[in-house]
Structure formats: C-alpha cells, structure tokens
C-alpha cells in the first residue's frame, strides 16, 4: 500500500511540473517560440524636406515595434551610411564630399524576429558653403619678403604687392603699400577679400613690383613667363593654408632670388 501512495505522489507532481512548464512562455513574446510577423514602423525626424545642407549634418530617425527594435539604418541615395542600436537613432553624415543638388535620404528599421520596415525617403539640398554662419573672406598676408638682388639700376627701392583673387567670375584685386626704400618688410602685410562663400576654388596670385624712378614703368620682382606672379590654386576645405615661395627662379638670370612667403586663411564676418 506504501508504494502505492508513492507511486501516486510521484505521477501527481509529473504532472504538475508538464502543466507548468507549458503554461511558461506561451504568451511570453520574448521567449524562443515567439511568432512575429509584424513589421516595425520607422520615419526620419530631421531633417526635413527639401532642406538644404551646407556641411555635415546629423539624421535623426523614430522607430518602434509590438517587440523590440534592434537597429536602424541609414542610407543616402542608397548606400548605406551608418547604423545605430540604441535611441535616439541618428547618424552624421558629411555632405561636402557629395555632389551639390539634391540627394535621397532613407532610414531602415529591424526588429529581432528580423522583420524590416523603410521610412518615406526626404528629399534634401547639398549646397556647398565654407561660412555658412556669415560672409566668406579670404585674408592675404605677406608673412615675410626678402629682396636679394637689385633687378633695375633704375628703381627707386620701393616695392609693392599686387593681390588678386579669381573666385568663380569674379575678380577681387589690392595693391598694398609701398616699402618706403626698404628691400626687406619686416611687418607681415595683409589685406582681407571679401568672396561668395559657396565657391569651392580659388586663384590666388601675388605681384611684387618696383616702381622706376625715371621711366615711370614697372619692375616685376616675381617669376616670368608663366603670368609674372607667384601664383596659388586654393581649395577652402583645406584652409587655413600656407605656403613657402623657394625662390628657384624670379626670372632674371644672374641675380640672386627673392624670398615671398604668404598665409592664406579663411574668416567669417
């Protein structure tokens, strides 16, 4: 009779311990035997549509689901430019290395049944400005110039500079000071242009003249033939920037070189 009611307790709890077990996880939606179907929802928050971007910006998305997001992408014409797990889902994206004009922004959601959702695209503007807080100005200064020879017997010793700036088709041009019989400026001389900011590419080229005394002409202090001038091609992603004339050839033979050394750098006022 004792293994009987053993036997009895024994059968009792087996069956006890089976209903537990398949009352556990059936309506639990993070347990293994979860069937979801059900896509997440996604929409891009910033920026909005048709805005215009000059730089780099910061896409922010929403996203939910009846389980849980696991990420987000992101995607500019549709290549995939970053993705993020966590809220708040967002992604910082360099426009200057895109083409200006307009460009295709999508976010793309999944959950971790791997059910995927895609935003409504929003359609932005690239337009390429390095001020985009005010005005551009490009600012000139000779840091340093050296005359070494005496390139016309007939100059009264006073040299100038020519600045021009070619930006886009506009043409922006300062003649500086003179030297007042010096050979030397020992004071860095500047002068600031003020240019269209959304230009990518400037010419810059600098003259140093002497006026003549008795002929009422110029003497071109800089390197010959190719313009006469100590000539730069600047791009404002890369400023502030500066460079170092060698003196290798100021295109008068048998006279010592000058020496020109200019800074270039962008402000904004």
């Given at each position: 009779m004792r293994n009987i009611f053993a036997f009895s307790g024994l059968f009792v709890l087996l069956v006890m311990s089976v209903l537990l077990f398949s009352g556990c996880g059936s309506d639990n939606p993070s347990g293994p035997d979860f069937d979801d179907h059900e896509s997440p929802s996604v929409s891009i928050t910033y920026p909005s549509n048709l805005y215009v971007i000059n730089g780099e910006i910061t896409i922010r998305a929403e996203a939910s689901d009846n389980d849980m997001v696991s990420k987000v992408e992101f995607f500019v014409d549709g290549d995939l430019v970053g993705v993020d797990y966590d809220e708040p889902y967002e992604c910082t994206v360099d426009f200057s290395t895109y083409e200006e004009g307009t460009h295709s922004i999508t976010a793309k959601a999944y959950d971790r049944s791997g059910n995927s959702a895609v935003s409504e695209?929003?359609?932005?503007?690239?337009?390429?400005?390095?001020?985009?807080?005010?005005?551009?100005?490009?600012?000139?200064?000779?840091?340093?110039?050296?005359?070494?020879?005496?390139?016309?017997?007939?100059?009264?010793?006073?040299?100038?500079?020519?600045?021009?700036?070619?930006?886009?088709?506009?043409?922006?041009?300062?003649?500086?000071?003179?030297?007042?019989?010096?050979?030397?400026?020992?004071?860095?001389?500047?002068?600031?242009?003020?240019?269209?900011?959304?230009?990518?590419?400037?010419?810059?080229?600098?003259?140093?003249?002497?006026?003549?005394?008795?002929?009422?002409?110029?003497?071109?202090?800089?390197?010959?033939?190719d313009g006469k001038a100590y000539q730069f091609t600047l791009d404002p992603r890369y400023l502030p920037w500066e460079a170092t004339y060698d003196g290798s050839d100021d295109g008068v033979p048998n006279e010592p070189d000058c020496e020109l050394t200019l800074r270039v750098s962008i402000s904004v006022h």
């Open positions: 695209p929003i359609t932005v503007i690239y337009m390429y400005d390095f001020a985009p807080e005010g005005n551009g100005c490009v600012k000139v200064e000779i840091v340093h110039y050296l005359q070494k020879g005496v390139l016309d017997d007939l100059s009264d010793g006073d040299p100038y500079f020519i600045f021009q700036i070619i930006a886009g088709n506009d043409t922006l041009e300062q003649i500086s000071d003179v030297f007042q019989g010096r050979s030397e400026l020992w004071d860095p001389f500047s002068y600031e242009f003020d240019i269209d900011d959304t230009v990518k590419h400037f010419y810059l080229a600098v003259w140093v003249y002497d006026s003549d005394e008795f002929m009422d002409d110029w003497v071109d202090y800089t390197p010959e033939p």
